[in-house]
């Protein structure tokens, strides 16, 4: 375990052999640590090469919240091991302690035995782990192992930890049989300490096309370069006859052929894009040759986005060198990094593990903890979250992403086939998702009812409810309105008023709230803010104003943000005078009256509301002054331009904006959104949909 005297929280990460899957587990390790510590960094003693990068290292450093460059992060090579292994273990002491200064705990990666394999290599990553001061987490291979070898295994390198007396933590057993992993977790108990086991997923170690394009040294003959990213799962050579193929087809395969198969060639393209066949991760075609210039020009009048791939290779060694291509989880592997992190969330018992580990929890919040905490608590209580815009390419990218982890029930609106092929070209899984076309399924007819209901009293007749719910957003909204969907996100392709307007005819505000409004999560360097209302009302009245002030103290404490709203003004109590600032004044003169339960104040400035120094001078017996949490805006100008210039200037991680107000969750997405935007607003209205759900309980 760390010592007393130093605040750095450690595990090493080791095993008795390769090809353990140590990325995986390190991988999920650093994102538990992430969830409860501020600054946490990785460590890789022995470099797995000296010819290229350590990928394992790369890939670690890029999910790390300290501020650590890959070069710090790496101890010696192995070269400086067998040359003078005590002086190696003092250089790497010595570059461990530069990392550790900087970080509340380090991950530390063993070696990955790429050398000749030593028995006494796993005795020195334990000599490591000692002279470090870090427990060790075992990892173990359980591929082609019975539950028996494994505890075997198991108790050998346990005793050879003894030995080094090295401190043992947990075992992972890893690359397990999927149908023994309850045997295997059991089979570990005599060790005495938390055991979990991993299946052996495919899809770990699939190259994509690209990694399929380097093996057998091709080019991207046609098609879509981004799908290269895209995991092969098999490979089939294609030396039957066309129909015979088409029998074999399975979801992302890759299919070797000669360029002059035309027959074949056609067949696969036509198949990929088929309703009823799997969708291909590529073809590449073998021999050097290319297609047939009438069939190459038949070929490009389809259009086809597959990867297709040349190579000189014949097709034996395109074969050999297809088969023999491994996919690593590197930096860029989205698919299989969230594969690897929804493993280690759903296997591994996180809260038993860092309490193994003594992490302190910090008094600081980092935009990464927010992140992952946001995560864990959408997890913890799933809800099903309505998607309009099955279009998108980042809506799909999120929605896989969203499944993997768990985070959320899905619903995605489009034609059904289109989505699922898109979605299945770009690697993404959507299996456990359900994909409805507001035209044309179970709820268009009754939705379509339901709104000439509610909308009569403006003349809306059968016919015209129809039109109005053949839109996504009408459709989407009407799903959280009947309870169909617990909440709505979209925007990612549409205005805000295309998104929210719905929801104000449909939805309405909640009980004592007339104002629709929104907040800004401001992740900055130790703590969360809100802000509030930065995107949807210009010139809010004293009324508005108050109820932006009540909704954002409400949806903040949501996210665990204690609420202390300051009202701000461009001057501070009494000291000014005008319009705005008397605005401002009634406005919070509201909010007290409304909820006297709240701390607010106003009119005040923006640096005494933030800053201790500041408020101590101009309000000293305010108890929001210096203090603030929820900061509300005179007028979208302001807000808007705020929450920018502190999100570019601070670095400050904006999270939203987050729709409030509504009596049932919608949120709104920028055009420019990221995948991850999508991912942190899914899990926001998941939270917002499980306060709504205990509302109704209590109520």
Same mark, same amino acid.
């Given at each position: 375990m760390a010592s007393a005297e130093s605040a750095v929280s450690s595990i090493f990460i080791a095993s008795p052999e390769g090809d353990t899957g140590k990325s995986t587990i390190a991988l999920g390790v650093l994102q538990m640590l992430s969830g409860s510590a501020a600054r946490v960094g990785v460590f890789r003693p022995i470099a797995r090469s000296t010819d290229e990068p350590d990928y394992i290292l790369e890939l670690l450093v890029d999910h790390t919240t300290a501020d650590l460059t890959y070069e710090q992060c790496l101890g010696v090579s192995y070269e400086q091991v067998h040359a003078d292994p005590e002086l190696a273990l003092s250089e790497i002491v010595s570059r461990y302690h530069a990392v550790a200064e900087q970080c509340d705990a380090v991950v530390i990666v063993g070696s990955?035995?790429?050398?000749?394999?030593?028995?006494?290599?796993?005795?020195?990553?334990?000599?490591?782990?000692?002279?470090?001061?870090?427990?060790?987490?075992?990892?173990?291979?359980?591929?082609?192992?019975?539950?028996?070898?494994?505890?075997?295994?198991?108790?050998?390198?346990?005793?050879?930890?003894?030995?080094?007396?090295?401190?043992?933590?947990?075992?992972?057993?890893?690359?397990?049989?999927?149908?023994?992993?309850?045997?295997?977790?059991?089979a570990l108990a005599p060790l005495g300490v938390p055991a979990w086991s991993l299946p052996e997923i495919p899809l770990l170690v699939a190259p994509t096309m690209a990694e399929l394009q380097a093996a057998v040294g091709g080019e991207l003959y046609s098609g879509d370069a981004e799908l290269l990213q895209r995991e092969a799962l098999r490979v089939m050579v294609g030396g039957m006859t066309a129909e015979h193929i088409l029998e074999r087809l399975t979801e992302g395969q890759v299919v070797i052929v000669p360029a002059d198969r035309s027959e074949v060639l056609l067949a696969l393209v036509n198949a990929h894009e088929a309703e009823g066949f799997p969708s291909l991760a590529g073809i590449i075609m073998n021999g050097g040759l290319t297609p047939h210039p009438a069939v190459a020009k038949l070929m490009a009048g389809l259009r086809p986005r597959l990867p297709i791939l040349t190579t000189d290779l014949g097709t034996y060694d395109t074969a050999s060198a297809a088969y023999r291509a491994r996919g690593r989880v590197a930096v860029g592997s989205q698919r299989k990094v969230d594969t690897a992190l929804s493993l280690m969330e759903q296997r591994v018992n996180a809260t038993d593990l860092l309490a193994r580990l003594d992490v302190a929890r910090p008094e600081v919040v980092t935009p990464q903890m927010f992140e992952y905490q946001l995560l864990e608590r959408a997890r913890a209580d799933r809800r099903h979250i309505v998607l309009p815009e099955g279009g998108d390419d980042r809506i799909l990218r999120a929605a896989g992403r969203l499944l993997q982890r768990r985070v959320a029930d899905l619903t995605i609106l489009g034609e059904e086939g289109p989505v699922r092929r898109r979605a299945a070209e770009l690697g993404v899984d959507l299996a456990s998702a359900r994909v409805l076309d507001p035209t044309d399924c179970e709820y268009t007819e009754d939705f379509a009812r339901e709104y000439a209901r509610l909308r009569a009293h403006k003349g809306t007749t059968l016919e015209r409810a129809r039109e109005v719910m053949a839109d996504i957003s009408y459709f989407g909204t009407m799903m959280v309105q009947l309870g169909v969907a617990d909440g709505m996100v979209?925007?990612?392709?549409?205005?805000?008023?295309?998104?929210?307007?719905?929801?104000?005819?449909?939805?309405?505000?909640?009980?004592?709230?007339?104002?629709?409004?929104?907040?800004?999560?401001?992740?900055?360097?130790?703590?969360?803010?809100?802000?509030?209302?930065?995107?949807?009302?210009?010139?809010?009245?004293?009324?508005?104003?108050?109820?932006?002030?009540?909704?954002?103290?409400?949806?903040? $404490?949501?996210?665990?943000?204690?609420?202390? &709203? #300051?009202?701000?003004?461009?001057?501070? %109590?009494?000291?000014?005078?005008?319009? !705005?600032?008397?605005?401002?004044?009634?406005?919070?003169?509201?909010?007290?009256?409304?909820?006297?339960?709240?701390?607010?104040?106003?009119?005040?400035?923006?640096?005494?509301?933030?800053?201790?120094?500041?408020?101590?001078?101009?309000?000293?017996?305010?108890?929001?002054?210096?203090?603030?949490?929820?900061?509300?805006?005179?007028?979208?100008?302001?807000?808007?331009?705020?929450?920018? $210039?502190?999100?570019?200037?601070?670095?400050? &991680? #904006?999270?939203?904006?987050?729709?409030? %107000?509504?009596?049932?969750?919608?949120? !709104?997405?920028?055009?420019?959104?990221?995948?991850?935007?999508?991912?942190?607003?899914v899990a926001i209205t998941a939270i917002q949909a499980q306060a709504v759900a205990a509302q109704e309980v209590t109520s």
């Open positions: 990955d035995y790429t050398d000749v394999a030593s028995p006494s290599e796993l005795g020195y990553n334990a000599r490591i782990a000692v002279n470090l001061d870090a427990p060790v987490l075992l990892a173990l291979r359980g591929a082609g192992r019975t539950p028996e070898e494994i505890i075997q295994l198991g108790q050998i390198c346990a005793a050879e930890l003894r030995v080094h007396h090295a401190h043992l933590v947990a075992v992972v057993a890893n690359r397990c049989d999927p149908t023994e992993l309850d045997a295997v977790t059991a979209s925007g990612a392709a549409h205005t805000t008023a295309h998104t929210i307007r719905p929801s104000f005819e449909i939805i309405k505000t909640e009980p004592g709230v007339s104002t629709v409004s929104s907040i800004f999560l401001m992740c900055l360097a130790d703590r969360v803010l809100a802000y509030g209302d930065c995107a949807v009302v210009p010139d809010p009245t004293a009324e508005q104003l108050a109820d932006i002030a009540i909704s954002s103290a409400s949806t903040s $404490a949501q996210f665990g943000i204690d609420p202390r &709203v #300051a009202m701000l003004s461009y001057s501070t %109590g009494d000291s000014g005078s005008g319009a !705005d600032v008397d605005k401002v004044r009634a406005a919070t003169a509201l909010v007290r009256e409304r909820r006297p339960d709240l701390l607010v104040e106003g009119p005040i400035q923006y640096d005494a509301a933030i800053e201790p120094s500041v408020a101590t001078t101009k309000l000293p017996d305010s108890q929001v002054a210096g203090r603030a949490t929820v900061f509300v805006f005179p007028d979208l100008n302001t807000g808007n331009n705020t929450y920018k $210039a502190v999100q570019r200037s601070a670095g400050a &991680v #904006a999270v939203g904006p987050v729709l409030q %107000g509504l009596r049932k969750p919608v949120n !709104d997405l920028s055009r420019g959104a990221l995948v991850q935007d999508i991912v942190n607003t």
